[in-house]
């Protein structure tokens, strides 16, 4: 699914099932909330804390994939919110990078 498609069907349910769309203010905290969540999974995958119940490889693979989707979803309704192509600011973003970065990393030693 293209960005613009997915911030359609965002739009689109969030007038179907969600009524309208909450406050940027109250997004902005929901959005923090979410990326809280994803850094909670990735300390517990990969860094030293552990799980308080077992979890299958399989099952954090899920449970990432399920918190970085709510992610998106908050962060595009931002985006509808506030007026935001996606698609364009994305594609616009990697240009900038790429003009801003093109040898940096490729020159850090700390990279080789």
């Not at 769309?21 to 860094?47: C, D, H, K, P």
């Not at 399989?58 to 709510?70: G, H, M, S």
């Not at 962060?75 to 996606?86: E, M, R, S």
Request: net charge negative; with cysteine; charged share 35%.
């Amino acid at each position: 699914m293209e960005l613009r498609e997915f911030q359609k069907e965002v739009d689109k349910w969030i007038m179907t099932y969600g009524v309208r769309y909450f406050s940027e203010l109250t997004n902005m905290a929901i959005l923090t909330e979410e990326v809280g969540e994803v850094s909670r999974l990735i300390a517990r995958m990969y860094g030293e804390q552990s799980f308080k119940e077992p979890m299958s490889l399989t099952e954090q693979k899920e449970k990432l994939a399920d918190e970085l989707a709510d992610v998106m979803w908050v962060l595009t309704c931002l985006a509808n919110q506030t007026g935001i192509d996606l698609e364009k600011a994305v594609q616009d973003n990697i240009n900038k990078k790429t003009k801003r970065d093109k040898t940096r990393h490729a020159e850090n030693m700390k990279l080789k």
